[in-house]
């Protein structure tokens, strides 16, 4: 009774091992394509990331040598009253940036997106103009606008609302408001652009079906249009908060964080903390903690657009 034994390797038929020998190929071909952007991306992503990780339990001005301080500066981060407002004002940035350009892009994508009125299209490129145009510009440009003399005041004052006028930059009270409404016009545009190609989508029988329904312009946006575009409003809400959360250009160009600190925001403090105070390590610490809340919100922004699919 002789034993049975598995054929090897060259027992097989050629084709198998054709076949097999096909796929070790394609294999190494992809790891060997996939390495060098991985390396990039270790190299220019994560090893960065990881560094400012160190440099976060360190106490470091940027040129002598560190002290190692654990986790002295995370509680900085969370006990400075600066710093704590910092965050609140990012999340009032949401406000602005993310759900006032939703709401309005919602109305006039459905608009635009239906409408067959002549010049629709300069009017999309309208809308998308703040896009392509640097922040620091418009930073510049609605500088001057809110100044005393701006076309702000002097349109109030040209009606007669002289009691209104005041330095929106300058005073407590509006310097934030002031600044997220910019953030409002910047990402109106995107958010318009990104819902009308998502409109654009949806079948002209939905609409039709509404209509024979009876369903007026209400009901039909509100159980057509907005489950139509799910998916868009997912993309535009994560751009938007990103946005809001790790602003910089528009608040430094615009206010520098003041009157006072009503302004300041968290990737303002970083540069403030790093470049001006020398206190690198309660930077990067800063760093890291809006890192993870960029993550966090945007996570859960995903992770409930897919539990509403």
Known sequence: MTAQTTPSATARPPRERRRL???RSHVVVSIALLALP??????FMLYPLARVVQLSFYQWDGLSLGTWVGLDNYRTTFTDGRLVGAFVHALVLIVFYAVLPL????????LLARSQVRGTGFFRTVVFLPQVIAMVVLA???RRIYAPDGLL??????????ALTRSWLGDFDTALIAVGLIGTWVSTGLVTVLLMSGIAGI???YYEAAMLDGAGWWRRFWYVTVPGVRA??????TLTVIAALKTFDLVYVTTSGGPGTSTTVPSYEV???AFRLGQVGTASSLAVVLTLVIFVINLTINLLGEHER
């Open 153 to 162: 005041n002097s349109g109030l004052r040209l009606i007669g609302l002289d």
């Open 271 to 273: 540069y403030n903390q």
């Open 21 to 23: 020998s096909t796929r």
């Open 232 to 237: 868009e409003i997912l993309v535009s809400l």
């Open 38 to 43: 991985v390396l990039v991306y270790a190299l």
């Open 103 to 110: 709401a309005i892009g919602l109305v006039l994508a459905s």
């Open 203 to 205: 079948p002209k029988d």
């Open 140 to 142: 510049v440009s609605w």
